[in-house]
């Protein structure tokens, strides 16, 4: 695959008179807050009390793929970082999720909440619910940090910044719209929020040390699209298999006979 040469790759590279100054370029990442997928119908579906269990449950399984994959984009964004001052800091989130001394780590939240919503961890780890879309989706990100410069792969993790209004609006509306769900489920939303604010002070802290010209902000709202990209593609395909009930191969089978990776 030939790579981009990145805006970023050039050190020596002076200011560009056409950049935006920090601030402004601050608030050019968080205008994209409006493409978050806290905006999806299925999540406002959620929010708003109107899921079912079958589709609370495909959520949470399907987003199981994404939170093991997450110490893995975590992983090669280290390998490809040369800054040991950064891979010091960065590999803090591979902690989160993987656990670390007597934290048991995001994965293992996740699993609890899938407990409390009825699901096995034998067959979270299974993956056998896992849409054929939402994998192409997680996967394509997972490639392009591992393709990617290490700053690159950095700002692809910005949606963090909308990450904690997310998380808190579970923990304001599920216990009251979906008293079947067993609250020890919730630990996860409540341990990232502590978490997603950390991690976002230092992807901004990479973003606008590094964004200085007009390409590189450019390269950067781009970037973070792609990424905004991927967690709504993997709602649209829930959303056809548990909303509108039109799972792959539908027409043929009721059966998953989606793959489970290669």
């Known amino acids: 695959m ?3 040469a990145s805006p970023f790759a050039a050190p020596e ?3 560009d008179s056409a950049a935006l100054p920090p601030e402004a370029f601050r608030e050019a990442l968080l205008a994209k807050g409006a493409y978050y997928h806290i905006h999806h119908p299925y999540q406002v579906d959620m929010a708003a009390g109107r899921a079912t269990p079958e589709q609370i449950r495909g959520w949470v399984a399907n987003r199981f793929y994404y939170q093991v994959m997450i110490p893995q984009k975590d992983a090669a964004l280290l390998a490809n970082c040369p800054d040991a001052a950064t891979r010091r800091r960065w590999i803090q989130r591979l902690l989160d999720h993987d656990g670390h001394d007597t934290d048991g780590g995001g994965i293992e939240a996740w699993l609890t909440l899938g407990e409390a919503v009825g699901l096995s961890r034998d067959e979270l780890w299974a993956q056998e619910h896992v849409l054929p879309g939402v994998r192409f989706a997680v996967d ?8 990617a410069d290490w700053r690159e792969a950095a700002i692809s993790s910005l949606t963090e910044l909308f990450a904690p209004q997310a998380h808190q609006s579970r923990l304001d509306t599920w216990p009251s719209h979906y008293p079947w769900i067993d609250e020890t489920g919730y630990g996860y939303f409540r341990k990232r929020l502590k978490e997603a604010r950390r991690d ?9 040390a590094v964004c200085t010209t007009a390409a590189a902000q450019q390269r950067a709202l781009e970037i973070l699209q792609f990424k905004l990209d991927v967690l709504w593609s993997m709602l649209d395909a829930m959303t056809l298999a548990y909303q509108l009930e039109r799972p792959p191969y539908h027409t043929v089978t009721d059966r998953r006979v989606y793959h489970r990776g290669l």
Do not use: K, P, Q, S
Not at 140 to 145: G, I, K, L, P, T
Not at 200 to 208: I, N, P, R
């Open 200 to 208: 976002v002070d230092h992807g901004l802290e990479v973003a606008l």
């Open 140 to 147: 394509a990100y997972v490639n392009f940090v591992r393709g």
């Open 13 to 15: 590279a002076e200011n």
């Open 2 to 4: 030939t790579r981009i």
